[in-house]
């Protein structure tokens, strides 16, 4: 505990010390009257006219955070300043000196050469990264959060990024605050600024004016910032500051350092450190053997700097962002926007997919379908009753209060509306489960009329109304209320009860403690049917080894309805009171065997995904409420719609921009085969730098001269990254998609171990050979025997690509994509072109004979052979391939 409120005071002292400037005008505010800070602010109660707010976003901007944007100059100084190309420069000013300065016939064709490498290296990742952070913008536009302002004198939806400071805004449980405001009204409105703070406790808001002029500014009761959410309740709100002049992004700087990384980013990392390792370990022993044998130590040093530059794939963050982004825009297509490139490769590897029923398992068009007394009989005073509820309450108004307004509105029960007014309510929240609103009839009577789920109204309530009569709420009363409910909840309806109380305190405000002693007088019925495309969607996950389950606030008959109706077991079925009951261990063990969870509080959500994810398992949570936003946030891969709270989506990784699973299930299908390009390309790239390190120590020990030289050894790495461009674009095994896809560093390094000798044996057997049969075993004849080597590791790396690409036989089982089939082939079509033609001398190489064209071509087909042999051994073992 003394850490947390450590952390919470160090982060609040450094969040405050970036921040004075807005701090201190933000802090005026709280100390001034509403009229004052209105008039400050040259607006009025009833909002900006559109003219004013149009001329206020040209003064002020629009309301975003623009910090750590970056630049084309900035990605272009990305792409040419980086550990290759600077090793390529440094090479390049050595050739400067030994073939032009101290050389008497200067040769710049080398020098030209390294240039070219530089050129296109840096070309290409430059026009990568601007691919890719254009794809990532043009996704972050499909989706946008609203907020409600006054503008003209009408409450009207603009877009969060149109909000001006002046701006009139209204809020309820959901909302994200879109600037930094000072509070007008509130009702109950609780305010979740963890973002902000690091404390996880909601902070209530009130409009007065504060007198603690000690209090830190995110202690003010009356002031709201960017970045915090309503939890519950309702206000309204005067715009103070937007974008970077709003607290939260005066500190994005130092808040924006706090994300953890995803278990995409950790095993990156990893096979960083992996390769590191092995360079780290491996060049000294290399410059040290190649400068005792050869005697040359700038010449060892130079070719012990190019092999640790060979070592290391620095085309490595230029296949990760183009595979991920060319993902991202792939799943777009299926209807799935990616927030988070990070999260494509969590999607992939999901095999737990929590979600609420409503919406995804059903057609999320609730309709009324009953309105009745406890004993099940129609009854339109119910109706009325629920009408008055739903009406005049000034929250969030959800599809349920929708279809009883449009229900009335069809029996032309709105008219009674005008006989009462709107005198205070006490909003929905997810503990309580129900809503109430007072009211004033024309003869100044109040009412207070409550809406919930039934437990929790039935437990407020100690009379019940049956046959016109008000009774004690006893246990036959209460048999029959709960025969009535039970009878028409298993029938798939969802139920809600509706209670009165006419003794109401005729002044004062009204809280939670009015809730008290209601008559319970009846139900409402609403039927939201299952969609036609569920259950062809759950089964399409299971075959994808993802497994369902249903985590909903819900009633039990409701959820079981739905349930066996889209083929999800119902053989088991847990509430939030059976989960409260349960401790840690036994709520793991029943996991297994329970795919439905019913009358989940959002703490209960967030306790379930969570225990899956201790069992093991990468748990995707897909929701779209407010209750949604604990477990989306917990996660592994938080998922959410377009049309969900602000809340839900600003906590998502991931957004469908239709609500069904079906296109979940593409989107699956695209994050592992993006997954899998990834993967393809670095166990070539571990594997093959393995086998490269034994190569250059045997060729060290055993040749009188370098194997290659430095500009020879950087132009193969280069050709071998440019061969594997394609690898994005690359088509996908079927069988590989059909079940979740872990990161797994080990298997990495298995496949390395596997694979990596193999390549040197055949590196070796191309050493005997031109050795022996080409004869190139002299100092004099050194640049002959480079050429043969970079001919064959070059073509050897490259033709492989097509072995390890496909767990099955490559181009007749398995074909490769057209993008990869082409850089392919015309990077092996440029290794054959230079080592047998004259652009060999460029690279300090000889031409190499035509008689060495059979010996290439055996020795080419028996690794490939090989490769194709040892890859079902290793499945065999192994029991998987990439």
Same mark, same amino acid.
Request: charged share 20%; with cysteine; glycine share 6%.
């Given at each position: 505990?003394?850490?947390?409120?450590?952390?919470? @005071?160090?982060?609040?002292?450094?969040?405050?010390?970036?921040?004075?400037?807005?701090?201190?005008?933000?802090?005026?505010?709280?100390?001034?009257?509403?009229?004052?800070?209105?008039?400050?602010?040259?607006?009025?109660?009833?909002?900006?006219?559109?003219?004013?707010?149009?001329?206020?976003?040209?003064?002020?901007?629009?309301?975003?955070?623009?910090?750590?944007?970056?630049?084309?100059?900035?990605?272009?100084?990305?792409?040419?300043?980086?550990?290759?190309?600077?090793?390529?420069?440094?090479?390049?000013?050595?050739?400067?000196?030994?073939?032009?300065?101290?050389?008497?016939?200067?040769?710049?064709?080398?020098?030209?050469?390294?240039?070219?490498?530089?050129?296109?290296?840096?070309?290409?990742?430059?026009?990568?990264?601007?691919?890719?952070?254009?794809?990532?913008?043009?996704?972050?536009?499909?989706?946008?959060?609203?907020?409600?302002?006054?503008?003209? @004198?009408?409450?009207?939806?603009?877009?969060?990024?149109?909000?001006?400071?002046?701006?009139?805004?209204?809020?309820?449980?959901?909302?994200?605050?879109?600037?930094?405001?000072?509070?007008?009204?509130?009702?109950?409105?609780?305010?979740?600024?963890?973002?902000?703070?690091?404390?996880?406790?909601?902070?209530?808001?009130?409009?007065?004016?504060?007198?603690?002029?000690?209090?830190?500014?995110?202690?003010?009761? &009356?002031?709201?910032?960017?970045?915090?959410?309503?939890?519950?309740?309702?206000?309204?709100?005067?715009?103070?500051?937007?974008?970077?002049?709003?607290?939260?992004?005066?500190?994005?700087?130092?808040?924006?350092?706090?994300?953890?990384?995803?278990?995409?980013?950790?095993?990156?990392?990893?096979?960083?450190?992996?390769?590191?390792?092995?360079?780290?370990?491996?060049?000294?022993?290399?410059?040290?053997?190649?400068?005792?044998?050869?005697?040359?130590?700038?010449?060892?040093?130079?070719?012990?700097?190019?092999?640790?530059?060979?070592?290391?794939?620095?085309?490595?963050?230029?296949?990760?962002?183009?595979?991920?982004?060319?993902?991202?825009?792939?799943?777009?297509?299926?209807?799935?926007?990616?927030?988070?490139?990070?999260?494509?490769?969590?999607?992939?590897?999901?095999?737990?997919?929590?979600?609420?029923?409503?919406?995804?398992?059903?057609?999320?068009?609730?309709?009324?379908?009953?309105?009745?007394?406890?004993?099940?009989?129609?009854?339109?005073?119910?109706?009325?009753?629920?009408?008055?509820?739903?009406?005049?309450?000034? @929250?969030?108004?959800?599809?349920?209060?929708?279809?009883?307004?449009?229900?009335?509105?069809?029996?032309?029960?709105?008219?009674?509306?005008?006989?009462?007014?709107?005198?205070?309510?006490?909003?929905?929240?997810?503990?309580?489960?129900?809503?109430?609103?007072?009211?004033?009839?024309?003869?100044?009577?109040?009412?207070?009329?409550?809406?919930?789920?039934?437990?929790?109204?039935?437990?407020?309530?100690?009379?019940?109304?049956?046959?016109?009569?008000?009774?004690?709420?006893?246990?036959?009363?209460?048999?029959?209320?709960?025969?009535?409910?039970?009878?028409?909840?298993?029938?798939?309806?969802?139920?809600?009860?509706?209670?009165?109380?006419?003794?109401?305190?005729?002044?004062?405000?009204?809280?939670?403690?009015?809730?008290?002693?209601?008559?319970?007088?009846?139900?409402?019925?609403?039927?939201?049917?299952?969609?036609?495309?569920?259950?062809?969607?759950?089964?399409?996950?299971?075959?994808?080894?993802?497994?369902?389950?249903?985590?909903?606030?819900?009633?039990?008959?409701?959820?079981?309805?739905?349930?066996?109706?889209?083929?999800?077991?119902?053989?088991?079925?847990?509430?939030?009171?059976?989960?409260?009951?349960?401790?840690?261990?036994?709520?793991?063990?029943?996991?297994?065997?329970?795919?439905?969870?019913?009358?989940?509080?959002?703490?209960?959500?967030?306790?379930?995904?969570?225990?899956?994810?201790?069992?093991?398992?990468?748990?995707?949570?897909?929701?779209?409420?407010?209750?949604?936003?604990?477990?989306?946030?917990?996660?592994?891969?938080?998922?959410?719609?377009?049309?969900?709270?602000?809340?839900?989506?600003?906590?998502?990784?991931?957004?469908?921009?239709?609500?069904?699973?079906?296109?979940?299930?593409? @989107?699956?299908?695209?994050?592992?085969?993006?997954?899998? &390009?990834?993967?393809?390309?670095?166990?070539?790239?571990?594997?093959?730098?393995?086998?490269?390190?034994?190569?250059?120590?045997?060729?060290?020990?055993?040749?009188?001269?370098?194997?290659?030289?430095?500009?020879?050894?950087?132009?193969?790495?280069?050709?071998?990254?440019?061969?594997?461009?394609?690898?994005?674009?690359?088509?996908?095994?079927?069988?590989?998609?059909?079940?979740?896809?872990?990161?797994?560093?080990?298997?990495?390094?298995?496949?390395?171990?596997?694979?990596?000798?193999?390549?040197?044996?055949?590196?070796?057997?191309?050493?005997?050979?031109?050795?022996?049969?080409?004869?190139?075993?002299?100092?004099?004849?050194?640049?002959?025997?480079?050429?043969?080597?970079?001919?064959?590791?070059?073509?050897?790396?490259?033709?492989?690509?097509?072995?390890?690409?496909?767990?099955?036989?490559?181009?007749?089982?398995?074909?490769?994509?057209?993008?990869?089939?082409?850089?392919?082939?015309?990077?092996?079509?440029?290794?054959?072109?230079?080592?047998?033609?004259?652009?060999?001398?460029?690279?300090?190489?000889?031409?190499?004979?035509?008689?060495?064209?059979?010996?290439?071509?055996?020795?080419?087909?028996?690794?490939?052979?090989?490769?194709?042999?040892?890859?079902?051994?290793?499945?065999?073992?192994?029991?998987?391939?990439?």
């Amino acid at each position: 505990m003394i850490t947390m409120k450590f952390l919470f @005071g160090y982060r609040r002292r450094e969040l405050q010390k970036n921040s004075l400037g807005t701090e201190a005008e933000l802090r005026s505010f709280a100390f001034q009257t509403i009229e004052n800070v209105v008039s400050h602010l040259s607006t009025t109660l009833e909002g900006l006219s559109l003219h004013e707010a149009r001329d206020r976003l040209d003064r002020y901007g629009k309301n975003v955070i623009t910090t750590k944007k970056r630049t084309s100059l900035h990605r272009l100084k990305e792409a040419v300043i980086n550990p290759f190309n600077v090793i390529l420069m440094l090479v390049a000013v050595v050739t400067y000196f030994t073939d032009v300065v101290a050389s008497s016939k200067p040769d710049y064709l080398t020098i030209g050469i390294i240039l070219t490498l530089v050129s296109v290296s840096s070309l290409v990742s430059f026009v990568q990264s601007q691919r890719s952070d254009a794809a990532a913008e043009k996704l972050s536009r499909m989706i946008s959060n609203e907020a409600d302002v006054w503008r003209g @004198g009408e409450l009207v939806s603009i877009t969060m990024e149109e909000v001006v400071p002046g701006d009139i805004v209204r809020l309820s449980a959901g909302d994200m605050l879109p600037a930094d405001v000072r509070f007008l009204t509130t009702k109950d409105t609780f305010i979740d600024q963890a973002a902000l703070t690091g404390e996880s406790n909601p902070v209530e808001k009130f409009s007065k004016m504060q007198d603690d002029p000690d209090a830190a500014l995110t202690d003010l009761q &009356n002031l709201g910032f960017m970045g915090s959410n309503i939890v519950s309740g309702t206000a309204t709100a005067l715009v103070l500051a937007t974008g970077n002049h709003t607290y939260f992004g005066s500190m994005a700087k130092t808040l924006s350092g706090d994300r953890a990384k995803t278990s995409f980013e950790r095993g990156a990392d990893s096979v960083s450190r992996l390769l590191v390792r092995m360079m780290v370990m491996i060049i000294p022993f290399v410059l040290l053997i190649n400068g005792l044998t050869k005697g040359d130590w700038v010449s060892a040093f130079l070719f012990t700097t190019s092999v640790a530059v060979g070592l290391t794939p620095e085309m490595l963050p230029v296949i990760l962002t183009s595979t991920l982004a060319r993902g991202a825009v792939s799943m777009s297509k299926h209807q799935v926007i990616v927030r988070t490139l990070g999260a494509i490769q969590a999607f992939g590897e999901m095999d737990i997919l929590c979600t609420d029923k409503t919406g995804t398992l059903t057609e999320d068009t609730i309709a009324l379908e009953k309105y009745m007394n406890l004993h099940g009989e129609y009854d339109t005073r119910i109706l009325r009753y629920a009408y008055l509820n739903s009406y005049f309450q000034t @929250g969030l108004k959800n599809q349920i209060d929708i279809a009883i307004i449009n229900r009335a509105e069809e029996y032309g029960i709105q008219e009674i509306r005008s006989g009462y007014r709107h005198i205070d309510e006490i909003p929905f929240d997810f503990s309580r489960r129900r809503m109430s609103v007072v009211l004033q009839l024309a003869d100044g009577k109040r009412q207070l009329i409550t809406k919930g789920a039934v437990e929790e109204v039935m437990d407020i309530s100690t009379c019940m109304e049956i046959e016109g009569r008000v009774v004690p709420m006893d246990e036959e009363a209460r048999r029959i209320a709960l025969a009535t409910y039970h009878r028409h909840n298993s029938e798939g309806l969802r139920i809600l009860a509706v209670a009165r109380k006419n003794d109401v305190p005729s002044s004062g405000t009204f809280s939670l403690a009015d809730e008290q002693g209601m008559v319970l007088i009846g139900f409402v019925g609403f039927l939201d049917p299952p969609k036609e495309s569920a259950r062809a969607a759950i089964t399409a996950l299971d075959r994808h080894g993802v497994r369902t389950v249903v985590l909903t606030g819900d009633s039990e008959g409701v959820t079981l309805a739905v349930s066996s109706k889209v083929g999800i077991s119902t053989t088991r079925l847990l509430t939030g009171r059976d989960i409260d009951r349960m401790d840690d261990e036994e709520l793991q063990a029943a996991l297994p065997t329970c795919d439905l969870y019913a009358k989940l509080s959002p703490s209960q959500k967030e306790r379930v995904v969570k225990a899956f994810q201790t069992a093991g398992h990468t748990v995707g949570y897909l929701g779209d409420g407010i209750n949604d936003a604990l477990a989306l946030r917990q996660a592994d891969v938080g998922i959410s719609v377009d049309s969900a709270v602000d809340i839900a989506k600003e906590t998502a990784d991931i957004i469908l921009l239709k609500k069904d699973l079906m296109v979940l299930e593409e @989107g699956v299908i695209e994050g592992r085969r993006t997954f899998g &390009n990834i993967m393809k390309y670095l166990q070539m790239a571990v594997s093959g730098n393995l086998g490269n390190i034994i190569s250059v120590i045997a060729a060290s020990i055993l040749l009188p001269f370098l194997p290659m030289l430095p500009v020879q050894i950087l132009t193969q790495n280069l050709l071998c990254d440019f061969s594997q461009m394609g690898m994005p674009f690359d088509n996908v095994d079927n069988e590989y998609i059909q079940k979740p896809r872990k990161w797994d560093t080990n298997s990495i390094k298995s496949f390395m171990v596997f694979f990596g000798p193999l390549s040197s044996v055949f590196d070796i057997l191309c050493f005997a050979i031109l050795w022996w049969v080409v004869k190139a075993n002299t100092l004099e004849l050194a640049p002959l025997f480079q050429s043969g080597w970079f001919v064959f590791g070059t073509v050897s790396q490259v033709l492989v690509i097509h072995i390890i690409r496909t767990a099955r036989v490559p181009f007749l089982q398995s074909r490769a994509s057209l993008p990869l089939l082409f850089s392919t082939s015309v990077v092996a079509a440029l290794a054959l072109v230079v080592s047998f033609g004259d652009f060999a001398i460029g690279l300090d190489m000889m031409r190499l004979p035509f008689s060495f064209v059979p010996w290439l071509a055996a020795i080419l087909a028996g690794y490939l052979l090989c490769i194709q042999l040892v890859k079902g051994k290793y499945q065999r073992r192994y029991g998987e391939w990439i």
